[in-house]
């Protein structure tokens, strides 16, 4: 497993469960992750170390956590030395790699997304076309807004484009694949402003809830076979495959759904509520996506809600911290929450912050509801100086 986040420590905490599994290695990993797996001092985006690492512990499958190292190619150059990867390879990662491209994949896929507007007037979306941690983005309502983030944009030094502003709700719908076939998982909502009633900057998200009660399991396969599938196809057809987990970040606008972006794996923080509530063999199916053999496969799905509650340092998104003491994290296991691990790091075995998500509190529950206090409830026995969590996480998904 590769990576060192929240979501990383969800994975490997899923893929623990995995009657299947005999040794789990991860590189960097975390104090959380550091409970079930070997950790390894390799940082995620060193292929260069990754490879050599991966083939001395003789290990059958790697997953990749994040986005920069598959843009950057860790799939194609772990299976030139034949092992077998869950991540898609350079180019079909450029689906979250270049807007640009995504763009021209929706098109020649049929699948629908914000219209590129010819001339850049309120309200509208500048984006940036490359990799930015969440930070290419400006939603532009006035004239004030759109001169800031054209401005913005255009210091980033990537070309950019400008695309109508949609409204609505938003969702994301995540496909794992195998280079053919889509496996739909549950929806899952995003917070992605730093604060209550989505006020303040955009983050990496602030916390996450599953099902989303407005979309059956229906509606889901009904999106991932009209949006995920036909990508797939077109990837496939440009000679790029996609095999790992396909990401679609999408708002409910009156006219129907709509792409907002593509990611090439899986959401942070939203794996952290879906896996909790995966009752099958992760570890097997995402093995047999990275063969290619996932026709026929299923991943049954606990009817239960999940909630996830970040709990952030001070100054995040701005900064982060490190080096601060934390408490309370077994007590929050002992009401029989989840706790991953996000931006923490031990200094003479005791936990400190290292990070700007610290920590990831997850619940379950019979309703969204019930799930959402357990969530809370468990999040208050956590404390550390400066410690920052938003209030309303799942607030709006109702009972
Ligand atoms: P992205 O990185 O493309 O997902 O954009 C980050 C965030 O900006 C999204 O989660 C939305 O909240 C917002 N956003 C992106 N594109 C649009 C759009 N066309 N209309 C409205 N909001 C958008
Ligand atoms: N939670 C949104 C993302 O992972 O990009």
Same mark, same amino acid.
């Given at each position: 497993?590769?990576?060192?986040?929240?979501?990383?420590?969800?994975?490997?905490?899923?893929?623990?469960?995995?009657?299947?599994?005999?040794?789990?290695?991860?590189?960097?990993?975390?104090?959380?992750?550091?409970?079930?797996?070997?950790?390894?001092?390799?940082?995620?985006?060193?292929?260069?170390?990754?490879?050599?690492?991966?083939?001395?512990?003789?290990?059958?499958?790697?997953?990749?956590g994040p986005e920069a190292p598959l843009v950057a190619g860790v799939a194609d150059?772990?299976?030139?030395?034949?092992?077998?990867?869950?991540?898609?390879?350079?180019?079909?990662?450029?689906?979250?790699?270049?807007?640009?491209?995504?763009?021209?994949?929706?098109?020649?896929?049929?699948?629908?997304?914000?219209?590129?507007?010819?001339?850049?007037?309120?309200p509208c979306v500048v984006k940036a076309d490359g990799l930015a941690a969440g930070?290419?983005?400006?939603?532009?309502?006035?004239?004030?807004?759109?001169?800031?983030?054209?401005?913005?944009?255009?210091?980033?030094?990537?070309?950019?484009?400008?695309?109508?502003?949609?409204?609505?709700?938003?969702?994301?719908?995540?496909?794992?694949?195998?280079?053919?076939?889509?496996?739909?998982?549950?929806?899952?909502?995003?917070?992605?402003?730093?604060?209550?009633?989505?006020?303040?900057?955009?983050?990496?998200?602030?916390?996450?809830?599953?099902?989303?009660?407005?979309?059956?399991? #229906? +509606?889901? /396969?009904?999106?991932? @076979?009209?949006?995920?599938?036909?990508?797939? *196809?077109?990837?496939? %057809? &440009?000679?790029?495959?996609?095999?790992?987990?396909?990401?679609?970040?999408?708002?409910?606008?009156?006219?129907?759904?709509?792409?907002?972006?593509?990611?090439?794996?899986?959401?942070?923080?939203?794996?952290?509520?879906?896996?909790?509530?995966?009752?099958?063999?992760?570890?097997?199916?995402l093995a047999a996506a990275a063969r290619g053999e996932l026709a026929g496969a299923?991943?049954?799905?606990?009817?239960?809600?999940?909630?996830?509650?970040?709990?952030?340092?001070?100054?995040?998104?701005?900064?982060?911290?490190?080096?601060?003491?934390?408490?309370?994290? #077994? +007590?929050? /296991?002992?009401?029989? @929450?989840?706790?991953?691990?996000?931006?923490? *790091?031990?200094?003479? %075995? &005791?936990?400190?912050?290292?990070?700007?998500?610290?920590?990831?509190?997850?619940?379950?529950?019979?309703?969204?509801?019930?799930?959402?206090?357990?969530?809370?409830?468990?999040?208050?026995?956590?404390?550390?100086?400066?410690?920052?969590?938003?209030?309303?996480?799942?607030?709006?998904?109702?009972?």
């Amino acid at each position: 497993m590769v990576g060192s986040g929240g979501r990383e420590h969800a994975l490997a905490w899923a893929l623990a469960r995995s009657d299947s599994l005999t040794e789990l290695h991860a590189a960097p990993g975390n104090p959380g992750i550091a409970a079930l797996a070997s950790c390894h001092p390799v940082r995620a985006d060193d292929t260069a170390s990754l490879v050599p690492l991966a083939c001395e512990l003789d290990i059958d499958l790697v997953v990749v956590g994040p986005e920069a190292p598959l843009v950057a190619g860790v799939a194609d150059a772990l299976r030139q030395r034949g092992i077998a990867v869950f991540g898609p390879s350079a180019e079909a990662a450029r689906i979250e790699g270049s807007k640009a491209f995504a763009k021209q994949v929706m098109e020649a896929a049929g699948v629908p997304t914000a219209r590129t507007l010819p001339v850049a007037r309120p309200p509208c979306v500048v984006k940036a076309d490359g990799l930015a941690a969440g930070k290419g983005v400006w939603v532009c309502r006035t004239q004030a807004e759109l001169d800031a983030g054209l401005r913005a944009a255009e210091a980033l030094g990537q070309p950019f484009h400008v695309e109508e502003l949609l409204e609505g709700e938003e969702v994301s719908v995540f496909a794992l694949c195998d280079g053919t076939h889509a496996l739909p998982l549950p929806a899952a909502q995003d917070y992605k402003r730093v604060g209550d009633g989505d006020e303040g900057p955009n983050t990496g998200g602030m916390g996450s809830y599953s099902p989303v009660p407005r979309l059956s399991d #229906a +509606d889901v /396969e009904q999106l991932v @076979a009209t949006i995920h599938r036909p990508v797939l *196809a077109e990837l496939a %057809r &440009r000679g790029a495959p996609f095999v790992g987990t396909l990401f679609a970040g999408l708002m409910l606008t009156a006219d129907g759904p709509r792409v907002l972006e593509f990611n090439c794996r899986f959401g942070d923080p939203e794996t952290q509520s879906l896996l909790p509530r995966i009752d099958g063999d992760l570890l097997a199916v995402l093995a047999a996506a990275a063969r290619g053999e996932l026709a026929g496969a299923s991943l049954p799905t606990s009817p239960q809600a999940a909630v996830t509650v970040v709990l952030a340092a001070r100054d995040y998104p701005q900064r982060g911290d490190a080096g601060t003491p934390i408490e309370g994290v #077994a +007590d929050a /296991e002992a009401t029989g @929450a989840l706790v991953f691990h996000a931006g923490t *790091a031990l200094h003479d %075995r &005791r936990l400190v912050t290292n990070g700007g998500r610290i920590l990831n509190v997850t619940a379950l529950g019979e309703t969204v509801a019930a799930a959402r206090s357990r969530a809370y409830d468990a999040a208050r026995r956590i404390a550390f100086a400066g410690m920052r969590y938003r209030s309303d996480i799942a607030a709006r998904a109702g009972a």
